[in-house]
């Protein structure tokens, strides 16, 4: 650990004092390095295959592009009417690693299919380059569900309405996307289905019926209803509607996320008068206070090893991401910079975060990776928030 | 150590490119992995709202269900009593999208603990005849509250007759 770095994040944070919390410092592992070469007749394609080739690898967290690499990637590049064909060879220390052609529309699937075989080879990790992001698009009255991928290409809106869209939540297979819309004139649940294109409501209580999180096997959604006049967690079987209350208090209780392993949830309440948070077994009962250190803590999020918990806290009048252990200890601030960083989710892999934040004017979504601490804007231009992220790619 | 590299590269892809030119078009190689692009995603469509119809349906059904009366103390089904489930049991096995919870309810006389034990037995002799009908077991749940929540607060037959029943509850599922 290089001291240098740890006096220039304490230099960035105002007001920073022995009191304040420790920032979340990289973690400074060694990232392999990978050299690459793109050729090809299309000059403008190559470009593009390049630049994207070494942003998927240096956002890896685990390989990292250099002059003369551990790792070579030789890559050409060809299109004709019948689509683009990537071909690359990766030779690791002098040996032939692997051999490999991804034929396709469009150049940046293509791309970030190398990516992330680079990383699964190199390293025997899976690589996120190929994985999306879907979140609300607030743009002059409207509301968009979109879906972006990790590069250039501008994002899909998926749906779209006059009222309110909001808290999206991608399901663990990938194959829908559980959001409350406002357009019956009531905060209702609806799945929309990834291999039908349907968007269909599924919940209606009176009150909200929002901030879905689907458990790791996908058979359950927990969510907050307000039917009787409160804001509480129920779990909602997707397959036959049951509903079962998890939460029956007074107060608020809200923003629940699920343990990778099912067995529990940790979500936001206000019981003490000011939201912080708990971890209650997945079938209701008793909780634990989760969150000691500051007076507002809200949007939990499990990391899928299942060993820390992403949130947001106020600090001072802002509020900024926070990471620490599931079991409350070694809180690590993660943002530094706006006012508003909210609502942090977890990529698949657990070493990545994506999250909302005000830094640069209107609200727009970031992505974070976790060893260097490297920040990337995902998206440009309207109000963008309320990210989740997509599970792996199924490749054959 | 590098010009070992480089030379393995060289052959590697003089080997992948042999019989290639660029401006041709390329033979379909079988270890070609073919990546979707992004219009692999469907503009959503919104559904109509089912779930309003869906809730007038289940309501339909409440209201065609018929309670079961019985004697006092008893848990046996008369032949008024036959007369209403049979024509539940009909009623349900040609209707689906819901299922029911039995009620079983008694009146006020009698300890809390025994009547709560003779509304289950009264909801269990709706249940065994409802699944020897033919109905699916997993459509159907019991319930008892013995004294506990009457339909009608009162001291004489006439409000006793009411209490003593199993009430069908219409609930969503399947």
Not at chain 1, 79 to 101: H, N, Q, Y
Not at chain 1, 196 to 213: E, F, M, Y
Not at chain 1, 272 to 283: A, F, I, K, T
Request: aromatic fraction near 10%.
């Amino acid at each position: 650990m290089k001291p240098g770095i740890i006096a220039v994040l304490l230099v960035l944070i105002p007001g920073a004092t022995a009191t304040d919390f420790l920032p979340m410092t990289p973690v400074g592992a060694e990232c392999v390095p990978v050299s690459v070469s793109v050729t090809g007749r299309d000059k403008a394609l190559v470009d593009d295959a390049e630049a994207q080739l070494i942003d998927d690898i240096d956002f890896s967290g685990l390989l990292e592009t250099a002059e003369e690499g551990y790792a070579h990637v030789e890559a050409s590049v060809y299109s004709d009417d019948r689509g683009i064909l990537l071909r690359a060879g990766v030779t690791c220390a002098g040996e032939m690693l692997m051999v490999k052609e991804y034929s396709g529309s469009s150049i940046y699937p293509l791309v970030h299919a190398l990516a992330d075989d680079l990383v699964y080879q190199i390293t025997g990790e899976q690589g996120i380059a190929s994985t999306r992001i879907a979140y609300i698009v607030r743009d002059s009255g409207t509301y968009h569900l979109a879906v972006k991928s990790l590069d250039p290409r501008p994002p899909f809106y998926i749906l779209s309405d006059d009222d309110v869209i909001t808290t999206p939540a991608w399901s663990p297979d990938g194959d829908r996307i559980a959001f409350t819309a406002f357009r019956s004139d009531n905060g209702d649940l609806y799945l929309y289905s990834l291999s039908d294109g349907t968007a269909s409501k599924i919940l209606s209580r009176g009150g909200l019926n929002t901030s879905p999180a689907w458990s790791p096997d996908g058979g359950s959604i927990a969510l907050t209803l307000s039917e009787n006049g409160n804001s509480d967690i129920y779990l909602l079987d997707v397959d036959s509607g049951d509903l079962q209350r998890l939460t029956a208090r007074n107060s608020i209780e809200t923003s629940a996320s699920f343990s990778p392993t099912g067995n529990q949830i940790v979500f936001t309440s206000d019981r003490l008068g000011y939201p912080q948070l708990y971890v209650m077994d997945s079938g209701g009962g008793g909780a634990d206070r989760a969150t000691f250190s500051h007076g507002y803590c809200d949007s939990p999020s499990w990391s899928p090893s299942g060993d820390r918990i992403a949130y947001t806290a106020m600090v001072g009048s802002d509020f900024h991401i926070f990471v620490m252990n599931a079991d409350g200890s070694d809180i690590r601030q993660v943002t530094f910079e706006g006012t508003l960083n909210e609502d942090p989710v977890w990529s698949p892999t657990g070493r990545h975060l994506a999250f909302s934040s005000d830094r640069d004017g209107a609200r727009a979504i970031y992505i974070l990776e976790l060893n260097r601490l490297t920040v990337r804007k995902l998206t440009e231009g309207v109000e963008s928030y309320c990210a989740t992220w997509s599970p792996l790619r199924e490749r054959d | 150590m590098l010009a070992m590299c480089a030379a393995v590269l060289v052959a590697m892809f003089t080997v992948t490119s042999a019989g290639c030119r660029p401006d041709e078009p390329l033979p379909d190689s079988d270890s070609t992995e073919v990546i979707p692009g992004d219009d692999s995603l469907l503009v959503g469509v919104w559904q109509p709202d089912t779930m309003a119809t869906y809730m007038e349906e289940l309501a339909v059904h409440q209201e065609q269900l018929r309670d079961v009366f019985f004697e006092y103390d008893s848990n046996e089904l008369d032949s008024e009593a036959m007369d209403a489930l049979m024509f539940d049991a009909n009623y349900i096995m040609s209707h689906s999208g819901f299922r029911v919870l039995l009620e079983g309810h008694c009146d006020e006389r009698g300890t809390i603990d025994y009547n709560l034990a003779l509304g289950e037995r009264r909801a269990q002799a709706v249940y065994d005849y409802l699944v020897g009908y033919g109905i699916s077991a997993s459509r159907l749940e019991t319930v008892s509250y013995g004294k506990e929540r009457p339909f009608s607060y009162g001291s004489d037959e006439a409000a006793w007759a009411q209490n003593r029943r199993v009430h069908f509850r219409v609930l969503p599922g399947n």
